[in-house]
Structures are given as structure tokens and as C-alpha cells.
């Protein structure tokens, strides 16, 4: 089974930017980025497929850009002007997914990276 090992979590001030990086044991189609909710259960951010096309949630393209190594079986996730409101767990997720997007249930998954935004 595909190992996601998520890094490049870490503690910024408000307007900050961090890039998270996962990396893959092979490579697989589909790779995405989720934030863990407040209310609970994961919040999708962004897919990217194995032709480097991202899908992004809402208005999150608007900060956040997804991107992909497939070199290196590898994705990242550059956030930029990040806010209070963006400290949560980040986890990689994979799967064999076609149609590759984030509204896919995805079966994979990284341990997460802690990303903390102070004010």
C-alpha cells in the first residue's frame, strides 16, 4: 500500500507562508490536500492528477497552490497570507481516482503536518 509522509508544517504569524510537502512510496494518480475541520471530519482543499491539473475548494486558489513532482512522486502545497483561521492539521491524501478531485473518497492517507497561525 501507498505510505504518504507528509513535512513543512510549522508555526508563522498572520500573512505568513509555509509550503507543505508530501511524498509518496510510489507513484498513484490522484494526490490531494485536507485540513482537519473544526467541526469535525477533514476539509478538502485540493487535488492535483497525474497531468499536474489542480482542482481547488471554494476560495482557497486564492492563497493556496498545489502542486506536483511526479519525479519524486511528490506534492506540495504553498499557502500564502495565512491566517488564524488556517491553523489546523494538514494531511496528504491518495487513491486511484478518476475523475481525480476533491469530492472523491479518497483511501490513503499521510499523519498529518501542524500548521499554527498566530495573530
Known amino acids: 500500500q501507498v505510505q504518504l509522509v507528509e513535512s513543512g508544517g510549522g508555526s508563522v504569524q498572520t500573512g505568513g507562508s509555509l509550503r507543505l510537502t508530501c511524498k509518496a512510496s510510489?507513484?498513484?494518480?490522484?494526490m490531494a490536500w485536507f485540513r482537519q475541520s473544526p467541526h469535525g471530519g477533514r476539509e478538502a482543499l485540493a487535488t492535483?492528477?497525474?497531468?499536474?491539473?489542480?482542482t481547488y475548494v471554494g476560495s482557497v486558489a486564492t492563497r493556496f497552490t498545489i502542486s506536483r513532482d511526479n519525479d519524486k512522486n511528490t506534492i506540495y502545497l504553498q499557502m500564502n497570507n495565512l491566517r488564524p483561521g488556517d491553523t489546523s492539521m494538514y494531511y496528504c491524501?491518495?487513491?486511484?481516482?478518476?475523475?481525480?478531485?476533491?469530492?472523491?473518497?479518497?483511501?490513503?492517507w499521510g499523519q498529518g503536518t501542524q500548521v499554527n497561525v498566530s495573530s
Open positions: 491524501a491518495a487513491g486511484t481516482l478518476v475523475p481525480c478531485n476533491p469530492w472523491r473518497k479518497f483511501d490513503t
Open positions: 510510489e507513484s498513484i494518480l490522484c
Open positions: 492535483i492528477d497525474g497531468l499536474k491539473s489542480p
